[in-house]
């Protein structure tokens, strides 16, 4: 099967400036995640998604972040105005359904702020 | 507060040499604990669940609730085992994981 799909790979950007990621699940996921990863530290969920509906939000600095799966499938996640510290990895995944399911990872984005 | 605790933020062993990777957490509910591991420029995945109970690529953890623990062990390390072992923890039904902040393994020969 089709691996997790992220888009672009790698993105440089200025503070204030706005950017965009975009992730493919597997084909039938109903749950979607987006995890920011620090260097130097493990994963943070950011948002978790149930086909189109969000489940859990808490830790998304809504200022700034915003996130979307409007078909149930595709989701992008967008920053704006990004700021320094929002260097990181944006990692993307996906499992079957809630519960005992497997996460499955991309390969992340890996975004730098100047 | 939920927390997963991955002490050694690398381990280095000789080929052949037994390894662990040791991760505490704090729950106060049932825990459901997994390991993750990402190869070098490959994707995170899953190695294993402790529900499995099962061995994988030789590699075996124990839930120990009264100590908190969920150490990763394999009795003789490989080279390809050269990867980043993150110990994570599934906080509530959704299946939200929580992660360690992982161990650097590096087997030299």
């Known amino acids: 099967e089709a691996g997790v799909a992220q888009s672009p790979r790698y993105k440089i950007i200025e503070k204030r400036q706005s950017v965009a990621f975009w992730c493919n699940p597997i084909?039938?996921?109903?749950?979607l995640y987006w995890y920011q990863q620090i260097l130097g530290q493990g994963p943070k969920l950011l948002i978790q998604?149930?086909?189109?509906?969000?489940?859990?939000d808490s830790q998304l600095p809504k200022d700034r972040f915003s996130a979307e799966r409007l078909k149930g499938v595709d989701s992008t996640l967008k920053i704006q105005p990004a700021k320094l510290e929002d260097s990181a990895v944006y990692l993307c995944?996906?499992?079957?359904?809630?519960?005992?399911?497997?996460?499955?990872f991309g390969n992340g984005t890996r975004l730098t702020v100047t | 507060a939920q927390r997963v605790t991955q002490p050694e933020k690398l381990l280095s062993v000789f080929k052949g040499a037994p390894v662990e990777l040791k991760c505490n957490y704090s729950?106060?509910?049932?825990?459901?604990l997994f390991w993750y591991v990402q190869y070098s420029r490959q994707r995170l995945q899953l190695l294993l669940r402790?529900?499995s109970r099962e061995s994988i690529k030789g590699f075996t953890a124990d839930l120990n609730k009264g100590e908190t623990s969920f150490h990763l062990k394999k009795p003789f390390a490989q080279e390809e085992d050269s990867a980043m072992y993150y110990c994570?923890?599934?906080?509530?039904?959704?299946?939200?994981?929580?992660f360690g902040a992982g161990t650097q393994v590096v087997v030299t020969p």
């Open positions: 729950y106060s509910g049932s825990p459901e």
């Open positions: 084909s039938g996921h109903a749950t």
């Open positions: 402790h529900i």
């Open positions: 998604f149930q086909n189109n509906g969000v489940v859990d």
């Open positions: 994570a923890l599934r906080t509530d039904s959704w299946g939200k994981l929580q």
């Open positions: 995944a996906s499992s079957l359904s809630t519960g005992n399911s497997p996460l499955h």
